[in-house]
């Protein structure tokens, strides 16, 4: 059997489809890439996602919040307009 790798639209409709319908997504960056863009470096993966989100029609934030001391760099995703 031939695993073929699944396309950025395709690995990420389910989040597109949860951010259309909650109007708001946010996830640690590090957890979001491993999940997301395994295999792929971090601008790579950073990249990829700006180009994905800007042709879905979303707004993306890089956000750095302090979880117990430490600093720790979010992704948020909203639609444009919510």
């Not at 259309?20 to 946010?26: A, I, V």
């Not at 979001?32 to 800007?54: C, Q, S």
Request: hydrophobic letters at 45%; glycine letters at 6%.
């Amino acid at each position: 059997m031939v695993r073929r790798k699944l396309g950025i639209h395709q690995r990420l409709a389910a989040l597109a489809e949860h951010v259309r319908e909650s109007e708001y997504y946010e996830c640690t960056w590090d957890l979001f890439r491993i999940a997301h863009f395994k295999g792929v470096d971090e601008k790579g993966a950073a990249r990829a996602l700006t180009a994905w989100a800007r042709g879905e029609r979303f707004n993306i934030m890089f956000e750095v919040r302090r979880v117990r001391e430490i600093e720790v760099l979010y992704v948020l995703l909203r639609p444009k307009g919510a």
